[in-house]
């Protein structure tokens, strides 16, 4: 720490030294005896007067007394009060700044303490705050996808451009040729659903329950499934229902095995 500011700054101190050496001086010269002196210098003088001397034979008379018991102790009084103050002065301000020095090091200290604290309180914070599930989040394109293939599938199985269901039959060996025609749209309309769910659904429902097998998601042969065929839905009417038998609603089930930020749910 500079200490430059002792120029300027020291006389503001100087009224408080000269009060800090007062004190000590008068307990540690006598100042009482030098005013004890003074009195008995009056005393002597009183003492002279009474003797019918002159005014001037007792000032006289009592002269080096005071000179020696009274004056010349007044001046080092005097000349200790200057010199102590002058030199007090800078004393103070340079044990003030010592002090403020080492106040300032104990709060800069305390401050990083506080700052560390802070970092980890707000780590912690950061660590259990939920964080916003993202858009793109594993559940939600599970979910996502698996709303796009059914929207897909139950439009092509209830469209009205469906032919009827047509084909072989091994008590029928020779079909007319409007039943062949017949077999030949509904096979056309079948591979159509196909190809365009192998294009667009496929690649996309393997990755996704591949991502789950990473996360240790028991996913059975639901990826074998997919990748050869499309998704097995239940209709109303169907025989059996929504469940283990419906390979889209086995899809969209593992949604439910991670939270919004993809880590695996363990039951």
Do not use: C
Not at 32 to 58: M, N, P, Q, W
Not at 88 to 110: M, N
Not at 247 to 267: C, K, M, P, S, T
């Amino acid at each position: 720490m500079s200490h430059f500011h002792l120029l300027w700054d020291v006389p503001i101190f100087w009224w408080h030294a000269w009060g800090a050496v007062v004190l000590p001086l008068i307990e540690d010269l006598g100042i009482l005896g030098i005013l004890f002196a003074i009195f008995t210098f009056l005393v002597r003088y009183s003492e002279l007067r009474r003797k019918k001397k002159s005014h001037a034979d007792a000032v006289r008379e009592s002269k080096e007394y005071f000179k020696d018991n009274v004056w010349t102790p007044l001046k080092t009084y005097f000349y200790l009060f200057l010199i102590l103050g002058f030199a007090i002065g800078p004393y103070e301000l340079f044990q003030r700044d010592e002090q403020r020095l080492a106040d300032y090091k104990s709060l800069k200290s305390r401050v990083e303490d506080l700052r560390n604290q802070n970092d980890k309180l707000t780590a912690q914070v950061q660590q259990l705050t939920p964080k916003p599930e993202q858009p793109d989040s594993l559940r939600r394109r599970t979910m996502k996808l698996a709303d796009e293939v059914k929207k897909y599938v139950v439009t092509r199985e209830q469209s009205p451009n469906r032919p009827p269901v047509a084909i072989p039959n091994s008590n029928n060996p020779n079909p007319s040729e409007e039943e062949k025609k017949a077999m030949e749209r509904y096979h056309k309309y079948e591979q159509d659903t196909w190809d365009y769910y192998m294009s667009h659904y496929r690649a996309q429902m393997v990755g996704i329950i591949r991502e789950y097998n990473a996360k240790g998601v028991q996913t059975g042969y639901l990826e074998s499934s997919v990748n050869q065929s499309i998704p097995l839905i239940f209709f109303p009417g169907m025989v059996g229902d929504e469940g283990p038998a419906d390979e889209l609603y086995q899809f969209r089930e593992l949604a439910y095995h991670v939270d919004g930020n993809d880590h695996l749910i363990v039951f």
